[in-house]
């Protein structure tokens, strides 16, 4: 039976059918549907992690013990898993595993568009594309079968055209069964100098192994059509040079490292012109390059953002033929339609404050870092995961300032933000750390995590006690505060940052898409003398008409943050207005 | 050599975070499948959600590769909203069906002031040649028992100019909305279907 999945639900299907039993893995775009599809499957341990590195060192646990195991994450993510990875290229493996590594080209929903492809090379481990949802699920199956075979962990190497993507999927296949046995291997396991000086040597010859082995590898394949230009190409790559060029020779590569060198070689010698398509560095025109053959594929194709089609034409197209593309420019500018916090969105009086306070915040990843923009304007830094606490600690020794904060959401402090905490601490800093716990993973769609207790599969268990733990660093000041309250808010955040002492403010209340109180909607009366005091709060239910204020009371959810800064008291429920006497 | 030539088709289904699109392209692909087309459909999730532009592509024909249409290429476009309606109009193809719902939401330049809604949005998409049927959702939604449904009314609008019979669309509809929504989605989907057979709409 066929069924449309996308390239995540593909994953999930695929390493269920291969026999999967443990996959973990912390959300990010756009790989986070793969562990919230996979978590149906009775027969697989599905869990979040607190991180990437945490993940893939469970996932490393499993396998050893012998089952098959599943690590997923954005690529930024590998970043983080970085250390362990490096070193279980090698000891390899027991049970198969495998490493989804889901990269953003053109940064949808990313800080940067890293090409995690230069992971495989770095880490001398093979890596499989798939270039659509029915790829998804043999290449699953095949990276498990190569990750025994070899004795090795494998990228499974996606981008977000691939994961959010759909297509038609073959699902009717069987659950492999497989034995778990563990054997004591210190000389494979415990990489001491001694063992690992000969795991150095077993990496260098699997890679030569697999070198072989991908020019046989039933996905790397060449689709014979005009012989004038021959393309090179993987992933959703592919799917875009069949549609442009459909009447060309393709060269499909579903391994990409280690490279087949015989067949691009044969390849490249039956057609006139060879050049590689592929999306962000040129991993694949490099390595062909390196072998000192004739290839092409940067000099014409952008190294910045995804690719399509009409790229992909326009780049290999004579100049004479770019201009009969061009289509007729309106002559008006759209506004554009950046995302913004929810109405009703906790985190937002407490941006506002920071705001209007003129303090250096330091950010981090999260909904919150939408109030980089107009009018919160509350973020002068985001730069990766955790790093709002350490940004902080680093501006102030080099300023002495008292005048920063750190801000980052409950998910980031679990994820890698303790850390930096202790080195406030340890370090004698005097940040103020602003925790905004709103009880989820908000930005990836509302995954739990350690701080609400509750598991990927359902369990409940004990929240972690976010002061507990910040009083354990040493922390001598650690508040609990509304984000509602913003008079309470205000103080807070001043009397926090005039200390000389590093401190933590928790403002604590629930993501209103996970817990929506039940509050009535306001309107704002002919009392407002349009100040625009509640405008700049940036609420998707209040706007800007004939110079007064209006809300929306079908998205107002009743926060009550704008009643709390209009100075003519000219918001007010809803339903307590005499409508009719007109106001 | 043989040229294949190609027999795809381009749906492109614009507007803003939680409109219903997503819901809305589910259903249209899953008629598209049991109508036995070969379908891709590409959607971006993530920062999109909180308010921001969302477009979703839905492809179909004998063999679908790139999962993306390209620009002037979209046989239909499935308009939401009507600012994304005419950020999105060069993707039509020259004679394409253009539907769009009659519905405004400001984005945040507006919301603040700093920026004007365009006006007469369906002039200006008119003035480009293109055949537009201008659809209040919202309110035949109402009509059929929520305002919710104005995605399914939008996808009625669409179902009546396609080759598909309007059964197999009930099917997909029952299967991928609410239990309890069922009824109300289904008039819904009657009330634009009825809207755009007429003759007066065939285009």
New interface residues.
Partial sequence: M???LSGNEAIAHGAYVAGVTMATGYPG??S??ILETIVKYDEIEAAWAPNEKVALEVAIGASLAGSRALVTMKHVGLNVAADPLFTLAYTGVNGGLVIVSADDPGM??SQNEQDNRNYAKAAKIPMLEPS?SQDAVLLIDEAFNISEIFDTPVILRTT??VN?????VEVDVERVRKEETYEKNPQKYVMIPAHAKSRREVVENRLNALSEFAEQFRGNRVEW??RHIGFITSG?SY??V??AF??ASVLKLTMTYPLPRKLITDFIEQVEQAIVVEELDPFIEEQIKIWGLSVSGKRFIPAIGEL???IIRGSLADKEDDALEE??A?D?E?????????PGCPHRGVLYTLNKLKLVVTGDIG?YT?GV???LEAMDTCICMGASIGNATGFQKATGRKDVVAVLGDSTFVHSGITPLIDAVYNRGFTTVIILDNRTTA???RQDHPGTGKTLKGYDGPPLDLEMIVRATGIQSVKVIDPYDLKVVKEAIKEETAKDEPSVIIFRRACLLVERPNTKPFMVTGACNGC?AC?KL?C?A???KEKRAQIDPEICSGCEVCVQVCKKDAVVEYAKVDRGAGI | MISVISDVKNILLVGVGGQGIVLAADVLSQVLVSAEYDVKMSEIHGMSQRGGSVNTMVRFGSKVFSPLIDKAKAEYILAFEQLEALRWSDYLKPGGVFIMNTQKIEPLPVLLGKARYPQNIDELIRGKGINLLAVDADSLAEEAGSKKAANIVLLGCLAALMPIDRGVWYAAIERRVPPKTVDINKRAFDIGYDLTSKPAFIV
């Fill in positions: 066929k069924v449309l775009t756009p986070t549907e949808h929903s659509d977000t055209r959010h993507s759909k297509s038609l059509g005009n959703v799917q875009y069949k549609e459909p009447d399509n089609p009409d289509s007729e309106l008006i759209l506004p554009g339609r950046p995302p913004m916090l929810c909904c939408l923009l107009p009018p930005m990836t769609g625009k405008v940036g998707p209040i706007s800007w």
